[in-house]
Nanobody
Framework: QVQLVESGGGSVQAGGSLLLSCVVSVSGSGYTGKKAWFRQATGKEREWVAAIGTPRTNTRYEDSVQGRFTISFDDAKSILYLQMNNLKAEDTARYYC?????????????????????WGQGTQVTVSS
């Protein structure tokens, strides 16, 4: 079994920073590969934000967050992070962590939500301008 639990969301002013965390718990025959963060703003579709594979330097970012957000994974603690700096009002959304059962990253598959069978419950980020 695989469980993902996010934390770290909150309200912040534009230009501020937040660190989101996602504890990835695996038991039994469960297995996780590449991981990602998605977000969904009110009234909009869920969109991919960032992904990480192996080695841990293998990361991808959506254009609007490139240079501002950093995704990382602590193997020892099994925690996925999203460091968000210089936040903008348009970053306001509910953020979800997701885990795939495969490490393969090709043909931009990391952007697709159907690549990730495991999801957390989400954490709200609100940025005021």
């Amino acid at each position: 079994q695989v469980q993902l639990v996010e934390s770290g969301g909150g309200s912040v002013q534009a230009g501020g920073s937040l660190l989101l965390s996602c504890v990835v718990s695996v038991s039994g025959s469960g297995y996780t590969g590449k991981k990602a963060w998605f977000r969904q703003a009110t009234g909009k579709e869920r969109e991919w934000v960032a992904a990480i594979g192996t080695p841990r330097t293998n990361t991808r970012y959506e254009d609007s967050v490139q240079g501002r957000f950093t995704i990382s994974f602590d193997d020892a603690k099994s925690i996925l992070y999203l460091q968000m700096n210089n936040l903008k009002a348009e970053d306001t959304a509910r953020y979800y962590c997701a885990a795939s059962s495969q490490w393969w990253m090709s043909r931009e598959n990391w952007r697709r939500s159907d690549e990730y069978p495991y999801w957390g419950q989400g954490t709200q980020v609100t940025v005021s301008s």
